[in-house]
Nanobody, 129 residues
């Protein structure tokens, strides 16, 4: 399984970017994909996640209302539309995937980053003030 994140860049505060995460070696069937970010000197933070089993989406409080996660199963791609970007959104954004095992009881996206076994390399997002 491989994940390739792209779409990062330099944008002014208030601007928008759309990140893409393309999966290979696996379909999106019963796979949850999460977006995480890591800024210098800070811990990795879960940003958003989407489950295939019930199409549930999750967002951190810091991005709720500004970011939207979506997927195109035919392209095996998960997107993160980021609007109203702020300087504090500056980070490397990574996507990760995990199968939605039955014992996760439909709560895959709520179980933390440690259950995600496949990670992409990340894409840099820089928001200038």
């Amino acid at each position: 399984v491989q994940l390739q994140a792209s779409g990062g860049g330099l944008v002014q505060s208030g601007g928008s970017l759309r990140l893409s995460c393309v999966l290979s070696g696996i379909s999106l069937d019963y796979v949850a994909v999460g977006w995480f970010r890591q800024a210098p000197g800070k811990e990795r933070e879960g940003v958003s996640c989407i489950q295939d089993s019930d199409d549930s989406t999750y967002y951190s409080d810091s991005v709720k209302g500004r970011f939207t996660i979506s997927k195109d199963k035919t392209k095996k791609t998960v997107y993160l539309q980021m609007n109203s970007l702020k300087p504090e959104d500056t980070a490397v954004y990574l996507c990760a995937a995990t199968r939605e095992y039955t014992y996760y009881d439909g709560r895959t996206c709520t179980l933390g980053s440690s259950i995600f076994g496949s990670w992409g390399l990340g894409t840099q997002v820089t928001v200038s003030s």
